[in-house]
């Protein structure tokens, strides 16, 4: 059976659109054509620093520069490192802040 | 106290980045020149006991840097890398020449070219030119601008020596490629950046 894609709601925009468990939300919302802020996509520049407002996420590997332990408490998480456990509401922080 | 590896570790960081300047005093950062930097590297990352896990902290993620000798005035920086399984980094170009070195893990290097002309802001095409496995007795040399991904392979972290142009600091802008989508971003540079 196919996993059932997650609803991912972009404050920013108000879009809400789909994401497979298996991708991370970055790629989702730029596959819908949003121009959510990145730059290297890989978990290391942190551009993409986003508040996670509600649900549940799974991070992938990314460095230590990227997102300190206090941003991680704080319900920080890296849209391009994120993939969805469940359905998720979450805000980017703006390009270049944090 | 500082402990006889660190005190050996010290040493061999200054007489490498010694041997560096003369290097590129003599050739420049030319392939030739950064080719026999990596040889150096290569030969530093494989002294026994220099390098003790216990001296360097794993990444709170997946993925640290730990400064061993950090030139001042724009000088060099040389790292110890560790990056655990799976961390991995797009393609990239640093704007700064950087030579690698494996201590322990696997790590896949692989290396791009530009392809566009580069007229559309944010947009890149790049194609894939080559590809090196980073292992213990291995290493490897880019110019300024040569762009290559990285992803550490099999369940070992890969631990590693890396040696920059500049020190991270200090870095220029870094220009990220992300071939599936045919885009690309820069980082900000910090070449203006006031020191810590």
Known sequence: ?98 | MASTAATRRARACAALLEQVHAITAQHGNTPTALHAIKLKLVGLAKKPGLFPEEDFAMPVAQGRFHPLLVEDNDGLGLYLTINLPGKEAAPHDHGIWCVNAAISGRERHVFYRRTDDGSVPGRAEVVITGEVLVQPGTGTAMSDHDIHSTEVLGTEPAIGLALYGYALARFPSVAFYHPALNSTRTSPSRRHAVPA
Do not use: E, F
Not at chain 1, 6 to 19: D, P
Not at chain 1, 67 to 89: E, F, H, M
């Open chain 1, 1 to 98: 059976m196919a996993p059932k894609p997650r609803q991912i709601t972009i404050a920013n925009t108000g879009q809400t659109i789909a994401c497979l468990p298996s991708q991370t939300i970055l790629h989702a919302a730029l596959a819908a054509g949003i121009d959510y802020p990145y730059g290297c996509a890989s978990g290391n520049c942190g551009t993409c620093v986003s508040q996670l407002d509600s649900g549940k996420i799974a991070m992938l590997a990314r460095s230590d520069t990227s997102l300190s332990p206090d941003q991680a408490k704080a319900g920080r998480i890296l849209a391009c490192r994120a993939q969805p456990k469940s359905d998720v509401t979450l805000t980017w922080l703006g390009r270049g802040r944090r």
